[in-house]
Nanobody, 114 residues
Framework: QVRLVESGGGLVQTGGSLRLSCAAS????????MAWYRQAPGQERELVAS???????NYADSVKDRFTISTDNAKTTMYLQMNSLKPEDTAVYFC????????WGQGTQVTVSS
């Protein structure tokens, strides 16, 4: 089973930035269509951004032009650069395959204060 570990969350003010990281126990970023998801309290988990093994990206309308998904050159880590953060971005952020078929990690909490 692939194990995913998210990190990099924290508390920031509106307009601030954070960079989230996703590490995997296997070499998946070079071959899998991966994604970042988030879940706010009382809400369902939603897709934030995705990246194919070839580097093509897609974003939810709510984060377009503010968030950037990427992997490092060695394809060992996936990132989510989050700029111009808003209170509505507050959630636990998770990484997974685009299909969500790996076991979910614990996620990393992002809190944006107004």
């Amino acid at each position: 089973q692939v194990r995913l570990v998210e990190s990099g969350g924290g508390l920031v003010q509106t307009g601030g930035s954070l960079r989230l990281s996703c590490a995997a126990s296997a070499s998946i970023f070079a071959v899998m269509h991966m994604a970042w998801y988030r879940q706010a309290p009382g809400q369902e988990r939603e897709l934030v951004a995705s990246i194919t093994s070839g580097g093509s990206t897609n974003y939810a309308d709510s984060v377009k032009d503010r968030f950037t998904i990427s992997t490092d050159n060695a394809k060992t880590t996936m990132y989510l650069q989050m700029n111009s953060l808003k209170p509505e971005d507050t959630a636990v952020y998770f990484c997974n395959r685009r299909t969500g078929s790996y076991p979910w990690g614990q996620g990393t909490q992002v809190t944006v204060s107004s």
